[in-house]
Protein backbone atom coordinates (compact mmCIF):
# COMPACT_ATOMS: atom_id res chain seq x y z
CA UNK A 1 0.00 0.00 0.00
CA UNK A 2 0.94 3.37 -0.68
CA UNK A 3 1.25 6.91 1.39
CA UNK A 4 2.36 10.10 2.13
CA UNK A 5 4.49 11.46 4.92
CA UNK A 6 2.16 13.80 6.58
CA UNK A 7 4.36 14.44 9.91
CA UNK A 8 7.32 13.43 11.18
CA UNK A 9 10.00 14.38 14.22
CA UNK A 10 13.36 13.03 13.64
CA UNK A 11 13.89 13.45 17.43
CA UNK A 12 11.44 10.45 18.40
CA UNK A 13 11.13 8.69 14.93
CA UNK A 14 7.25 8.99 14.94
CA UNK A 15 4.95 10.51 12.98
CA UNK A 16 1.89 9.92 10.71
CA UNK A 17 1.22 9.10 7.22
CA UNK A 18 -2.15 9.65 4.93
CA UNK A 19 -3.40 6.85 3.13
CA UNK A 20 -4.43 7.33 -0.66
CA UNK A 21 -7.50 6.84 1.24
CA UNK A 22 -7.48 10.04 2.63
CA UNK A 23 -7.33 8.15 6.17
CA UNK A 24 -4.39 9.65 8.62
CA UNK A 25 -2.39 6.83 10.89
CA UNK A 26 0.30 7.11 13.25
CA UNK A 27 3.41 4.83 13.59
CA UNK A 28 5.45 4.42 16.42
CA UNK A 29 9.46 5.39 16.51
CA UNK A 30 10.03 1.16 16.00
CA UNK A 31 8.08 1.28 13.04
CA UNK A 32 10.67 4.05 11.54
CA UNK A 33 13.69 2.42 13.10
CA UNK A 34 12.91 -1.28 11.60
CA UNK A 35 12.90 0.68 8.28
CA UNK A 36 16.62 1.28 7.82
CA UNK A 37 15.58 4.39 7.11
CA UNK A 38 17.74 8.02 8.37
CA UNK A 39 15.14 10.43 7.61
CA UNK A 40 11.70 11.17 6.04
CA UNK A 41 10.53 14.32 4.74
CA UNK A 42 6.63 15.67 4.52
CA UNK A 43 5.44 14.94 0.87
CA UNK A 44 7.63 11.82 0.82
CA UNK A 45 5.98 8.91 -0.91
CA UNK A 46 5.97 5.45 1.08
CA UNK A 47 5.10 2.33 1.10
CA UNK A 48 3.33 0.88 4.01
CA UNK A 49 1.95 -2.22 5.89
CA UNK A 50 -1.39 -1.79 7.80
CA UNK A 51 -2.48 -3.97 11.00
CA UNK A 52 -5.33 -5.23 10.80
CA UNK A 53 -5.23 -5.37 7.30
CA UNK A 54 -8.22 -2.95 6.73
CA UNK A 55 -6.51 0.49 7.16
CA UNK A 56 -10.43 1.97 7.51
CA UNK A 57 -10.95 0.13 10.94
CA UNK A 58 -10.66 2.61 13.92
CA UNK A 59 -7.95 0.42 15.02
CA UNK A 60 -5.53 0.60 12.13
CA UNK A 61 -2.26 1.51 13.19
CA UNK A 62 1.21 1.04 11.01
CA UNK A 63 3.45 -2.07 11.11
CA UNK A 64 6.44 -1.26 8.37
CA UNK A 65 7.07 1.23 6.38
CA UNK A 66 9.37 1.31 3.65
CA UNK A 67 10.89 2.74 -0.35
CA UNK A 68 10.99 0.53 -2.31
CA UNK A 69 14.74 -0.06 -3.61
CA UNK A 70 15.97 1.03 -0.28
CA UNK A 71 17.18 -1.69 2.20
CA UNK A 72 17.76 -5.33 2.21
CA UNK A 73 16.15 -7.15 0.13
CA UNK A 74 14.12 -4.38 -1.51
CA UNK A 75 14.51 -4.18 -5.47
CA UNK A 76 13.79 -0.87 -7.69
CA UNK A 77 11.01 -2.23 -10.51
Do not use: K
Not at 13 to 20: E, I, K, P, R
Not at 21 to 35: D, H, I, K, Q, W
Amino acid sequence: MQATVHTFDLTTGSGSVLLDTGRLVPFAPEVFEASGLRHLRMGQRVSVEVDPADPEHPDARLTRLWMVGVGDGEVIR
